[in-house]
C-alpha cells in the first residue's frame, strides 16, 4: 500500500473511484457523516476527508471534522466541481472519506458458535448487494463471505446503499476450496437458497453449530459445483406466476427468519427496535 500517499488527496480520492485502483491500494471512498462517524465507532482507519463546506450544515458533523483534525486525520477542503464529480448521493453532506478496506482471513477467523453468515457467488447490483448487507447487519449477521473475485463490497453503490454496514460485518473471500475447507474445519451448516428446493426456508435445522445462508449468481442461482458446498437447500414458497424474487428480498426473507429462530439475539426491546429507512 505504498502507493496510497504518491498522489494528491484529490488526484487519489478520483483514482479510487476504479475497482482495479481500491484493490490495489486497499482503499474506498464514502460519503456523508454517517460514514466517518462509523469509521470512528469501528476503529476504520481514516486517510484523508475531502471537505467542500458549504455543505457541511450538519452540527455534528462541523464538530466531528474539528475533531479528526485535533486527531491529525487530513482534512482537504474542494472545490464545488470536484465534489460534485465525486459524489452520487443526494445528500452527501459536504463530506467525503478515504477509508481503508477491511479484510478478514480464514486462517485467522474462527466462527462462533450458533452464529449466522451469508454467503455471495456474484451479486451483479451494487445496490442490491450494499441492501443485503443493511439487513445482515439488521439480523445479526456476524460476516459475508465472497465466492470468487466478481463481487466489490466497496464499489461507491454498494457503499451508499449499505449505509455504514460494511464497517460492522467481517468480510472474507475464497475460491471453492479454500470456502471448503473453512467450513469443514468448524462444522458449519451450509444452505443453499434454491428456486429448486423441495425444503422451504421455514423448515431448515438451526443448532450450535454455525449456519451460512449461500445465495448464488443473481440470473443463475448456484451452479453444480457451488452446490457441492451445501449440506441442504432451502426456497421461499410462492403463488401466482412468480418464479423468482429480487436477490435482495429473498435474502431478507431468509435471513430474518434465521434471526427469529435464533431468539433475535442482540435485541432488548422489540416495540423500539423496529426501523425503517
Known sequence: MNNKLSLSPLEQ???????????????????GIRSLCRARDFSIPILQ????????????GQVLIRQLKRDGIPVTTI?????RALTK???????VSVLEQRWSDF???RPKRASNWLLLRHIRSSGNLGSMLRTAEATGISGVIFLGTQTDPYDAGTVRAAMGSLMSLKLL????????QWTFKHRCRVY????????????LSLSKRPTLLFLGEERRGLSERDAELCDDFISIPMTGRVDSLNVSVAAGIMLFEI???????????????????
Not at 448521493?89 to 463530506?95: D, H, N, R, T, W
Open 13 to 31: 480520492a478520483f483514482s479510487l473511484r476504479q475497482r482495479g485502483q481500491r484493490d490495489l491500494a486497499g482503499l474506498y471512498l464514502a460519503e
Open 49 to 60: 476527508v475531502l471537505l467542500y463546506p458549504k455543505e457541511l450544515k450538519s452540527p455534528r
Open 79 to 83: 472545490k464545488e466541481g470536484p465534489y
Open 89 to 95: 448521493s443526494s445528500q452527501p453532506q459536504g463530506v
Open 107 to 109: 486462517s485467522t477467523t
Open 173 to 180: 473471500r475464497g475460491d471453492h476450496h479454500e470456502i471448503a
Open 192 to 203: 443453499g437458497c434454491s428456486g429448486e428446493a423441495e425444503k422451504a426456508y421455514h423448515e
Open 259 to 277: 434471526f427469529k429462530r435464533r431468539g433475535f439475539p442482540g435485541v432488548l426491546d422489540m416495540d423500539s427496535s423496529s426501523h425503517v429507512r
